[in-house]
């Protein structure tokens, strides 16, 4: 699909920026690269996306349970994991233009897709790439150091006394926080299985090429869950999964053209199957989620690991066995993107002026409702309704400027109602409400206006 798309990235960075969505983190020193904060306005946007997920995912089903685990975990935690000896990516620079790269992505976009670098060894790695020649896509020199792998594990220290310093990790995938919680969420909740435990929570990786905004930080959050189940139900589920993950974006408004799976052909020893959710975005078609099945890898490891049995004793034929993980992980952060490219629009209006609209579902939108004064002496009303609806929304206020610059500033960041207080609100207690998407206004009493708007704003 060559779609060409309105927006660009550089469109979308200065948006964030100038509307209160995403700045560059520690700006006022110059920015460290690739970390973003949240402004006032972006903030909200990714916390309701993680309410959409957590109420689609963990309140909607009666078999799943949240936690929100440590982000410091036991060292052995990462050794049993692998993480500790594996975790790394396959990093090789230009010696032409000193520029950096990930040797498997140059296979990728040499093979335009077709060969998946995942499972490669490193040497396997270096023959493609010294086969096929692939140049540097920065410089178009073929000149390249060897393949070194790059610790992709921050490490921290813990301890006070001087020298007596343990290595500790800020983790890098929220997936442990469930694992090692398996026995205590099953036997807490008499859980079983199939179940499943899900976290929203931050993860770290000291990712060699960071960039293209938020799409890929060192900081980020994700929003997984890790079902546990029967080997015999295990497809079963994986399927199942494969088309939840993508009904929860087609939910939120995302164009079914711009979405699709990606089955990976290579798959790591443990697994039995693995496919990506990608989105087209300013960059191409990009991974935005990633569907695992993982057999008993995950649970067998930490059996090995910490001595403690991981067998689920199954309550009516009380069969021992070690569930099979089926994990489905996505990144609240891409999806944030992934949703404000897809929000986007340009629209031409009658008078020829060009409309920047935010098409997000109300649900996500920042905030449900404006209030608007017509005229600052109106203020006074207008902050009655304002204590009114921000009981039931979040809201903005804003009494300055004409009021069509400050309908076009509620469009750019996605406000799917405008409620505007005139003269006839002092005598009638009626205000007008305005639509996003259709610019149509009504005339509605003021004690109708929370109705009117819960029944539009709700994720189902
Ligand atoms: P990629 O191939 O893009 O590096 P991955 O396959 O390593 O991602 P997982 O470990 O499966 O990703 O993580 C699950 C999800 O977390 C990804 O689909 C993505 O949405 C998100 N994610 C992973 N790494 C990052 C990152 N560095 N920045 C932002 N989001 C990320």
Known sequence: ??????????????????????????????GMGNTWDYGPVGVELKNNIKRAWWKRFVQEEVNVYGVDAAILMNPRVWDASGHTQNFSDPKMDCKSCKQ???ADNLIEEHSKGKESA??????????????????????????WTPIRQFKLMFET????????????YLRPETAQGEYVNFLNVQRSMRAKVPFAIAQI???FRNEITPGNFIFRTIEFEQMELQNFCREEKSFELYEAFKE???????????????????????????????????????LGWEELNGIHHRSTWDLSRHQEYSGKSMLYT??????????????????????????LTEAYDEETLENGEIRVVMHFHPAIAPFKVAVLPLQKNLSEKAKHVYSILSKEFMCDYDEAGSIGKRYRREDEIGTPFCVTIDFDTL????????????????RLPISEIVTYISERVKFN
Request: with cysteine; proline share 4%.
């Open 244 to 282: 939840k993950a993508k009904k929860f974006l087609l939910d939120l408004n995302f164009n079914p053209e711009h979405l699709r799976f990606h089955d990976h052909e290579k798959l790591a020893h443990y697994a039995k199957a693995a496919c990506d959710i990608q989105f087209y975005s300013p």
């Open 201 to 203: 929570g931050k993860a």
């Open 118 to 143: 995942e499972a490669m060894t490193t040497e396997q790695m270096e023959e493609y790439i010294n086969l096929n020649k692939v140049k540097c896509p920065h410089c178009g020199n073929f000149n």
């Open 427 to 442: 005598e009638d207690d009626t205000v007008t409400i305005r639509d996003r998407d259709s610019m149509q206004q009504i």
């Open 314 to 339: 199954d309550p009516v034929t009380n069969e021992k066995f070690i569930p099979n993980v089926i994990e489905y992980s996505i990144g609240a952060d891409r999806l944030t993107l992934a949703l």
């Open 100 to 102: 950096r790269f990930r």
């Open 157 to 168: 220290s813990r301890g006070t006394l001087e020298g007596e310093k343990d290595v500790v």
């Open 1 to 30: 699909m060559e779609e060409k798309m309105k927006v660009t990235m550089e469109k979308i960075v200065n948006l964030c920026k100038t509307r209160g969505l995403i700045f560059p983190g520690s700006d006022i020193y110059g």
